[in-house]
């Protein structure tokens, strides 16, 4: 019988996950297919009673189910439950079990870019749940600092404190962190700000920037934003947010399928369907 996999959220109309892992099924011939659950808050427990009723061979959780899901969960993997939010639902022996793979995609980019990043000074601008699952898998991947801006502060004390692994973390405001930035190797925006169609604002200006710094901004649309560009013009290294949401995809894809999911083709399919292939 063919296998179903879904991605739930509130909206969902415009996710590329169906896109992107049915071509990976279909990339190894797997007799499964992926589709978009349209789910309100208030029917997610409904919902997932009907997932368990057809047996659902895994799924993906978005907004805003990330939370309100794990307690309908039958195991919690521990980095997910840390984070408190899981993205990924995989049927393991009849039980169904969240994983967080937003986190370890971030670290899977991070390590392409630069191998050595654990010795590296981090500062992580913005303290929603992307900031909150970045730190936490920089934190269990034992990298010595990461400091943490937030226009709101206490946001990002709480994700310091909370944080069960070992490493040395500030929290800033927007204002400090902008006057010492030349202390980091790293820069990680994951703020709404900048976001099409707003794509000429930045979280921070960025003046004082060491050469080489790798700058990462975990939006995709636009392709570059202001903060990256601004970046640029300090001789960074800038990568946008489409390898974050590729290697998410991949890990989810390898807990379900246990086969590697196709990288380099789906970041080409991903920046077609975003129009990136006509810049
Ligand atoms: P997600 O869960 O997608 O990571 P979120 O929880 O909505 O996103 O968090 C958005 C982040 O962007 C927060 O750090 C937020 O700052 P506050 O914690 O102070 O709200 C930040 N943010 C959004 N709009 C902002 C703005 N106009 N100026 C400064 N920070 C902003």
């Not at 202390?183 to 994951?190: A, E, F, M, P, R």
Request: net charge positive; with cysteine.
């Amino acid at each position: 019988m063919e296998k179903l996999y879904g991605v739930i959220g509130d909206p969902i109309h415009h996710s590329m996950s169906p896109l992107i892992h049915n071509f990976a099924l279909q990339k190894h011939r797997l007799h499964a297919h992926y589709t978009a659950f349209h789910v309100k808050a208030e029917k997610l427990e409904d919902a997932f009673k009907g997932f368990r009723a057809i047996q659902l061979a895994g799924l993906n959780v978005t907004i805003p189910h990330k939370q309100s899901i794990i307690p309908l969960l039958d195991e919690v993997d521990p980095l997910a439950r840390d984070i408190g939010a899981v993205n990924t639902v995989v049927l393991e022996n009849g039980k169904y079990v969240g994983y967080n793979t937003d986190g370890p995609g971030f670290i899977r980019q991070l390590k392409n870019i630069d191998r050595h990043f654990s010795r590296k000074k981090v500062l992580i601008i913005g303290s929603g749940g992307a900031a909150r699952a970045i730190y936490f898998s920089l934190a269990k991947e034992k990298v010595q600092t990461i400091d943490m801006a937030n226009r709101t502060i206490q946001k990002a004390r709480t994700i310091i404190n909370d944080c069960p692994y070992q490493t040395e973390s500030q929290a800033l405001a927007l204002i400090d962190a902008e006057k010492c930035l030349d202390q980091y190797d790293i820069l990680i925006q994951t703020t709404s700000i900048g976001m099409f169609p707003n794509i000429h604002e930045t979280p921070i200006q960025i003046k004082r920037l060491k050469e080489n710094t790798i700058v990462i901004d975990i939006i995709y649309n636009p392709f570059e934003t202001k903060f990256l560009q601004e970046a640029k013009k300090h001789q960074a290294i800038i990568a946008n947010g489409i390898d974050m949401f590729i290697h998410q995809a991949a890990l989810s894809f390898e807990l379900w399928t246990n086969q590697a999911f196709p990288v380099e083709d789906t970041k080409k399919l991903v920046i077609k369907q975003l129009g990136g292939d006509k810049c």
